[in-house]
């Protein structure tokens, strides 16, 4: 894979083209993460070279996403010295505009709340950045256009934020055309974060394309499909209770079958190359046009140290030719709809 950083869009940020999506560090697609585990999966990052660090303030109900990256950094009271060098040997990118409200209806008892409004915003920022230790983000996201607020206002906010040094540069995530188009008329933006992988391809149709167009950065979440395309997944598997997959259509029934004989297609070809399936599924999606960098989630650093394996992994025109086919065989899966 070409590692050489690549600029987002216009602003004087670079990153890598693997980061370390820190999501399942809150244990919210599986519970039971330590905070342990958490550092030590930050740090394994930092270790293999992967120093796009990628969080949001939503990520757990009280941070603890973002308390992990501190705590590995060495940027919050009582964890580890040298803040200041790990702090600036990383690109660090948060998230505003999503929080948890308690819904006991539900189970978990949580229910998720977009919330564009500027001063929410301002708010959500402040705390993330407290519980990082840090002073700015690299990269800071709209985490979704919030359909009961002019998207000018939130874009409005995060331009003051950047003014105000708090971040070096602006993205937007889960977006449509229409919400780039009024967020970047109103903010200089940088990066736009969705989903996309082998199975998972909407973007391709219309988000990418506009990116490509108007030099934004496009990076790519679900990379691995929450795990499924990482090859450890059984037949008949049963998630527990607690493993959020378990309510994705692409983890059941005839489905998951179909999704799993997808992962098997490709095995043959991960071997033929001498790379883990991480590996060659990582450096497919970080080479495809328009793509800027692809966030895994992992959640120790042996997961680390394999995906970040596909810095290594060198696809050719045969192993390419072999996966188009078994995208084609398998069909496009229903993604997540941008809001
Ligand atoms: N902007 C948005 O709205 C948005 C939405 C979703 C995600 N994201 C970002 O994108 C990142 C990536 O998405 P994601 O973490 O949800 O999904 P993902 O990268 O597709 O999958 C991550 C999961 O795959 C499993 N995994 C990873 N490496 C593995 C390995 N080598 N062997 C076996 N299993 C492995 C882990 O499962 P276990 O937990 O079972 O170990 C991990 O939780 C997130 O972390 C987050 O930063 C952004």
Known sequence: MNATPRPLG??????????LGC???????RAGVTHEAAVATVRAALDAGVTHLDTAYCYGERGES????????????GTAGNGGRRRDAVVLAGKCGIHWEPDAALSPPRRQVVDGRPERIRAEVEESLRRLGTDRFDLLYLH???????????????????AAGKARAIGLSNASVANLERFAAACPLAACQMQFNMLQREIEADVLPWCMRHGVAVVAY????????AGKMRRGQEFPADDSRR?????????????????????PVATRLGCTLT????????????????LFGATSPEQVAENAAALACELDDAARESI??????????????AV
Do not use: H
């Open 222 to 229: 679900w990379p691995l499909m929450k795990g499924l395309l």
């Open 324 to 337: 188009r086919i078994a995208i084609a065989a398998r069909g496009p899966v229903a993604g997540r709809r």
């Open 247 to 267: 309510k994705y259509p692409i983890f059941a029934g005839a489905e998951f079958a179909r999704n799993l004989d997808f992962v098997d297609a490709l095995r």
């Open 23 to 29: 999501w399942p560090l809150a244990g919210m697609t």
């Open 10 to 19: 216009e602003s004087a940020v670079s990153v890598g083209p693997l980061g």
């Open 279 to 294: 590996a060659l599924v990582l450096a497919w999606t970080a080479e495809q046009p328009g793509i800027t960098s692809v």
């Open 66 to 77: 973002e308390r992990a990256i501190g705590a590995a950094l060495g940027l919050t009271s």
């Open 144 to 162: 979704a256009p919030d359909p009961a607020v002019p998207i000018e206002e939130s874009a409005g906010e995060l331009q003051r934020l950047m």
